[in-house]
């Protein structure tokens, strides 16, 4: 079974920057959307942005001009660039693919915690 894996978390002060990368374990075919998304304790789930093949991009309203998402094709990777942080954006980032061939995948998410 082919994973997201997650990585670039970590502890960053506020106004400051961290770029967040997520890969699959193994082989992944005809990937269509891939996204991040976050979630706070005890609070739902929510996207950060996402990309699709075409390379349209859609961003949530609290970080649009802050973030930026692009993607690898060939690898099958996408990237999450977040600029001017915020100390209540400190919580758990998730990657998220899905295919054109109905199969959805999402990562064990990576830590970001913002603090001085």
């Known amino acids: 079974q082919v994973q997201l894996v997650e990585s670039g978390g970590g502890l960053v002060q506020p106004g400051g920057s961290l770029r967040l990368s997520c890969a699959p374990s193994g082989r992944l075919f005809s990937v269509h959307t891939m996204g991040w998304y976050r979630q706070a304790p005890g609070k739902k789930r929510g996207m950060v942005a996402t990309i699709d093949n075409s390379g349209n991009t859609f961003y949530g309203d609290s970080v649009k001009g802050r973030f930026t998402i692009s993607r690898d094709s060939a690898k099958n990777t996408a990237y999450l660039q977040m600029n001017s942080l915020k100390s209540d954006e400190t919580t758990m980032y998730y990657c998220?693919?899905?295919?054109?061939?109905?199969?959805?995948?999402w990562g064990q998410g990576t830590k970001v915690t913002v603090a001085s």
């Open positions: 998220h693919t899905d295919t054109f061939l109905r199969s959805t995948y």
